[in-house]
């Protein structure tokens, strides 16, 4: 799941969402841009705690009274800024086999978080959400669906006889970006290109071995 701030690019069901959420374009969809920038503007700065609508009625020049109307409250704009992030439009590695896929998405994960600049707004979210519930669902939503468009690495590894047909994609993809995020955001030690491709073959080789297959009913 770049020099601007934007939500998580890394390696995502859509939780409920709150008023000021619809997708149209034109002056509704700048409108919503510019209010996401602010909202991510202002985690970075003065974190979820310290974040207000008054702050983001400044920064995003829309009307206070607007933002409660549209959006009900900070967390409704918080919501909708993450909601607004997961419809970019990336999608994951295709380098021809289930190996370079897998490394290829860890050292994405990992050099989304290599700038400070670029890591503040996601790591700012994540934050929020150990304080939010309607962030963490948002965020939650987030991965979601970024984990579903990975899917599509082990369906074409499953048509090249890589994997087994019942393996679990989204267990498979999670075993190769947890190890990263448990060093970011708990540990907080140093991620690089060496721990990506540990992370990636440690879930590749465990894969194989069937540890992500699904159940299947006895005959």
Request: charged share 25%.
């Amino acid at each position: 799941m770049t020099g601007q701030r934007t939500a998580p690019e890394t390696d995502l069901p859509t939780p409920p969402l709150a008023p000021g959420t619809r997708r149209p374009g034109g002056r509704t969809a700048r409108t919503r841009a510019a209010v996401r920038d602010a909202v991510l503007n202002g985690l970075v700065e003065h974190g979820y705690p310290a974040l207000t609508v008054e702050y983001v009625a400044e920064h995003s020049g829309i009307h206070k009274t607007t933002l409660y109307r549209r959006w009900g409250n900070l967390e409704g704009l918080l919501v909708d800024a993450l909601d607004l992030a997961g419809e970019d439009t990336w999608t994951p590695p295709d380098t021809g086999s289930l190996e370079g896929d897998l490394r290829a998405l860890a050292h994405t994960t990992a050099s989304s978080f290599e700038d400070p600049a670029a890591a503040a707004a996601p790591t700012a979210f994540i934050a929020a959400a150990f304080q939010s519930e309607r962030a963490a669902e948002a965020l939650n939503a987030f991965y979601a669906k970024r984990f579903d468009r990975c899917e599509a690495i082990v369906a074409r590894a499953v048509s090249r006889n890589e994997l087994d047909r019942h393996t679990d994609a989204g267990a498979l993809i999670r075993a190769v970006v947890s190890p990263l995020f448990l060093r970011l955001f708990i540990t907080r030690e140093p991620v690089d290109g060496t721990l990506a491709d540990q992370s990636a073959d440690a879930a590749l080789a465990a894969a194989r071995a069937g540890v992500f297959n699904t159940p299947t009913e006895s005959a």
